[in-house]
């Protein structure tokens, strides 16, 4: 680690952009860096440059297929659910593509009590969730004391068979000692979008005259995050503000420094696309507008170059294109998600969304489809339970071995959901599925061990995990 790099801006604009405009590489070239990329290092700064430059339509299917083979490797046929919780839409920052910007007049805006917020964890309980994401706006009314509360509001939540057993929080930037408080309330990762990484269009975006205005502040905000004792971090951009190829090697070089600052990179990465937002200008006449096959590449290209790295996909995607990047890079998904504050208690959906959806479906439509696929539904939290996190779950993950627990783990989780939850259509798929995983589990003292797992979930047994 070099502590000398901490909180120092590292982004070189100029050098980025000047990557991009590159040559579009040889067959061999490809060939060279898809032979690396397969052997799950990761890539450099350059080689995920070159990678961005291919435009050939073959070209392309070769580094989604080494991106299927790597995500196979290391994640198989797991992917993990999640549902966000919104306590709030109101704001005081003011972004031209989002509904919660403080001018927007068209909303109406709710920052929710702590019943209610309870009420919304007890209803995604109902549902079969077990990990949630708690999200708002920027405002004094969503003050590091509010937040807190509603972690502790949220783990005490019992409902039926069910409890909360890891809450991630998307939150804008904060100090330190601010970060040391939420430490304590035992949160798994902690998500902050960058939004851009140009910093000129950032201001474009942002105006002068709020505390998201400060590109360094939000650009550092994982800085202090680790300082204050955040295991886990999770980066993000919005996809349409700039050149997704700037972005992409932007976000690289964030993760390369968390990586030389820290000795660890990020734990997840997210990728949306603007969409509909009521109120919001942008969303109307997007810059930098991303198309579906250049979406699939950029996936497919962050698998290989951050190759232990949890890539989420939000429901701003529809079920197709959803279902079809599970193959390629796609580790964690939302499901049956709403984005406005108190939607999952009030059908009539009174409080503005922060966007519109492309996936509509229930938590169980998701499942079936996902079973329909051949991909395990997960609802671990086994890794941060056992102190998994941070440095520990990367000197598993890069050998290789986090695996041994991944798989196992997912189908605990998800019988429980299967015998809890699910409807009696959505059982007998679910089983079988799992039947047919646990059959590929090669005969050993561990698959003696999972079986007998499965048999006490199946006798009433809950919680069970490696």
Same mark, same amino acid.
């Given at each position: 680690?070099?502590?000398?790099? +901490? ?14 405009? =590159? ?17 799950? %290092? ?22 989604? /297929?080494? $991106? ?8 198989? !046929? ?22 919660? +910007? @403080? ?5 109406? +805006? ?11 964890? @007890? ?41 909360? +057993? ?13 970060? !040391? ?16 990484? /140009? ?10 005259? #709020? ?28 996809? =349409? ?10 976000? *690289? ?25 009521? =109120? ?16 699939? %590449? ?17 429901? @701003?995607?529809?079920?197709? *294109? ?12 939302? $499901? ?6 108190? $939607?999952?208690?009030?059908? $009539? ?20 489809? *996902? ?13 941060? @339970? ?43 798929? =679910?089983?079988?599925?799992?039947? #047919? ?6 005969? #050993?003292?561990?698959?003696? %061990? ?17």
């Amino acid at each position: 680690m070099n502590i000398n790099e +901490r909180n120092q801006n590292f982004i070189d604009r100029d050098k980025l952009y000047a990557l991009i405009e =590159g040559e579009t590489p040889t067959k061999d070239e490809l060939q060279v860096i898809l032979k690396k990329a397969s052997k799950m %290092k990761g890539l450099s700064l350059e080689d995920v440059a070159v990678l961005l430059r291919t435009e050939d339509k073959n070209d392309i299917r070769a580094i989604m /297929d080494v $991106a299927h083979q790597v995500k196979e490797e290391i994640y198989g !046929k797991r992917l993990v659910l999640f549902a966000p919780v919104y306590t709030g839409n109101v704001c005081v920052n003011n972004c031209v593509y989002c509904a919660f +910007r @403080r001018d927007n007049k068209q909303i109406v +805006r709710k920052v929710l009590s702590m019943d209610e917020i309870e009420n919304e964890a @007890r209803i995604l309980l109902r549902d079969g969730h077990k990990r949630l994401l708690l999200i708002c706006g920027e405002s004094p009314r969503n003050d590091i004391n509010y937040i807190c509360d509603a972690i502790k509001r949220v783990y005490s939540v019992k409902e039926g068979k069910g409890e909360v +057993r890891r809450i991630n929080v998307e939150l804008a930037p904060m100090s330190v000692e601010d970060f !040391k408080r939420l430490k304590q309330e035992h949160i798994g990762t902690y998500v902050c979008f960058q939004e851009t990484y /140009d910093p000129i269009l950032y201001q474009e975006y942002h105006g002068t005259n #709020s505390p998201k205005s400060d590109f360094e502040n939000r650009l550092l905000v994982m800085d202090r995050a680790m300082e204050g004792g955040i295991d886990d971090v999770g980066l993000g951009v919005l996809f =349409g503000l700039a050149d997704y190829r700037y972005e992409i090697l932007a976000l *690289m070089e964030h993760a390369n420094h968390l990586e030389r600052a820290y000795g660890c990179g990020p734990h997840t990465v997210s990728f949306p696309r603007i969409e509909p937002a009521e =109120g919001a200008p942008l969303p109307e006449h997007i810059p930098h507008k991303v198309s579906d096959e250049d979406f699939k %590449k950029i996936i497919a290209i962050i698998r290989l170059a951050l190759p232990y790295t949890g890539i989420i996909l939000s429901t @701003r995607e529809n079920d197709e *294109m959803r279902t079809e990047l599970f193959n390629f890079g796609i580790s964690q998904i939302s $499901a049956g998600s709403r984005t406005n504050p108190g $939607a999952y208690s009030d059908d $009539a959906e009174l409080s503005g969304s922060q966007f519109s959806l492309g996936d509509h479906r229930s938590l169980e439509e998701v499942i079936g489809s *996902m079973i329909d696929a051949g991909f395990i539904p997960s609802f671990c939290t086994g890794c941060y @339970r056992k102190g998994r996190v941070g440095h520990d779950f990367m000197d598993l993950a890069k050998p290789g071995l986090i695996k041994q627990y991944c798989l196992p783990n997912a189908m605990f989780s998800f019988k429980e959901y299967l015998y809890d939850y699910a409807s009696e259509e959505t059982r007998k798929k =679910g089983l079988k599925l799992i039947q #047919s995983m646990l059959q590929d589990v090669p005969q #050993s003292a561990h698959k003696n %061990k999972i079986e007998k797992e499965l048999e006490v979930i199946e006798e009433g047994q809950r919680d069970r995990f490696f």
